[in-house]
């Protein structure tokens, strides 16, 4: 029984390392691809979620967008043609997914941007997003403010700790836009964050 056992961590073990290029090498076999999708699911939900819902911010929506997101993945992973990393091409579709949903909810409800920015930071505070931490939820708020791409590349860069060139396989935007829009976004955030622990 032990045996067994052991045999089974071995085996669980050998699933969870195969890199994303023999992920998706088994999701193309015949008989492979609910397995390997599987393993995608467990390897990247969460992350992708996190993502997401710091665009969107309330719970319920990202988990519609993520919903979206990995239903694209599963139609479109036939034709991932390896150019890029696996995991930059489902946060590009995730980024996707989150913004045109943003600028679906904007639009049937008829409101501008400014006034949309106003609802996620209503949104925020109402929500279970965070411990009740004062400021972390004044650096959220600040972050909410800004530009949608400097908001995106800021997430990116200070949460995610991802790279630049990540970012630009991510968003389509050069690595010198990126560092310039995450240093504008870093100051606009301290100017607002000073001011509000002052106050």
Request: one cysteine or more; charged letters at 30%; proline letters at 1%.
């Amino acid at each position: 029984m032990q045996i067994c056992i052991r045999q089974i961590d071995y085996q669980l073990h050998m699933i969870e390392e195969l890199s994303d290029k023999e992920l998706i090498e088994r999701f193309k076999q015949e008989g492979q691809k609910q397995f390997a999708f599987g393993i995608l699911l467990k390897r990247y939900s969460r992350k992708v979620y996190w993502h997401v819902r710091r665009i969107v911010v309330n719970h319920d929506d990202a988990d519609d967008v993520v919903q979206n997101t990995f239903i694209k993945v599963w139609e479109k992973l036939d034709e991932f043609r390896e150019d890029s990393l696996l995991y930059t091409w489902i946060y590009r579709i995730a980024t996707n997914e989150a913004l045109g949903f943003l600028q679906k909810k904007k639009a049937d409800r008829n409101v501008s941007m400014e006034e949309m920015q106003e609802q996620l930071g209503e949104q925020l505070e109402a929500g279970t997003y965070f411990n009740g931490n004062k400021a972390e939820l004044i650096l959220q708020q600040a972050i909410l403010t800004l530009p949608e791409k400097q908001r995106l590349v800021f997430n990116m860069k200070y949460f995610e700790h991802m790279k630049y060139e990540e970012m630009e396989e991510v968003l389509g935007t050069s690595v010198g836009a990126l560092k310039a829009s995450y240093h504008h976004a870093v100051k606009k955030i301290e100017v607002i964050v000073k001011n509000s622990l002052n106050h």
